[in-house]
């Protein structure tokens, strides 16, 4: 049973205006979240996370907000550039920190210049 | 920064075979993970270990044991390669805070 879902397998953006990719979880006791990005042939790398007590957290041109109430996260990145062009997957963990990961399946971003 | 090899990009075997995927972290890190990662299906945890000589089992560990001799070091190893065990195979350190990724092999079982 998938305990985290990222429901839009793929989204097309154009360049410079606004990437919103969205996960919905189901376990009440996930209290941290996170995102990576994954291009083609590479590992995942880091890309910004949250923790239960907060409902937004900023990094430059990315931001996740959370909505626990809803159990669900999403990530915006603005502006969009040709190089976010990546599969995204989110992930949540429960009072482990980055231990026992439970990843979505992923959404494949394309920014159009 | 935090550095995860991993031994092989890509990999083909034939079915039956043994196979070993190595994977080596610098960063004196507890606990190391592999996963696989197929289309559709996201990263699924094969095993993982959070100390020498520790190992845990994941989602999918069926066709699969590993083996952590040192610290560093996590070795995914398939006793019998089946085509079914096509994938992207992919290796994680963690801190407390991410896990951190190898660049993955493409193991491909003819």
């Known amino acids: 049973d998938q305990q985290v879902k990222q429901n839009s397998p793929s989204l097309s953006v154009q360049e410079g205006r606004i990437s919103i990719l969205n996960c919905d979880y189901t376990?009440?006791?996930?209290?941290?979240f996170l995102w990576y990005k994954k291009y083609p042939a590479e590992g995942p790398t880091f890309l910004i996370s949250?923790?239960?007590?907060?409902d937004k957290n900023e990094d430059g041109r990315f931001t996740v907000f959370l909505n626990k109430s809803a159990k669900h996260l999403s990530l915006h990145i603005v502006p969009s550039q040709p190089g976010d062009s990546a599969v995204y997957f989110c992930a949540a963990s429960a009072r482990t920190g980055a231990n026992n990961l439970f990843f979505g399946t992923g959404t494949r971003l394309t920014v159009i210049p | 920064d935090v550095k995860v090899t991993q031994s092989s990009r890509y990999l083909v075997k034939r079915t039956g075979e043994k196979v070993f995927l190595e994977c080596v972290q610098d960063?004196?890190?507890?606990?190391m993970f592999w996963y696989r990662q197929d289309p559709g299906l996201g990263l699924r945890l094969i095993y993982f270990s959070y100390d020498v000589k520790m190992k845990e089992k994941g989602d999918i560990p069926e066709g699969y044991s590993v083996s952590r001799e040192k610290k560093e070091r996590f070795s995914l190893i398939l006793e019998s390669a089946s085509t079914n065990q096509t994938s992207m195979y992919l290796c994680?350190?963690?801190?407390?805070?991410?896990?951190?990724f190898g660049p993955g092999t493409r193991l491909t079982v003819l």
């Open positions: 994680a350190s963690s801190s407390k805070d991410t896990q951190y």
């Open positions: 376990n009440s006791m996930f209290d941290y």
């Open positions: 949250i923790s239960s007590i907060k």
């Open positions: 960063m004196d890190h507890e606990n």
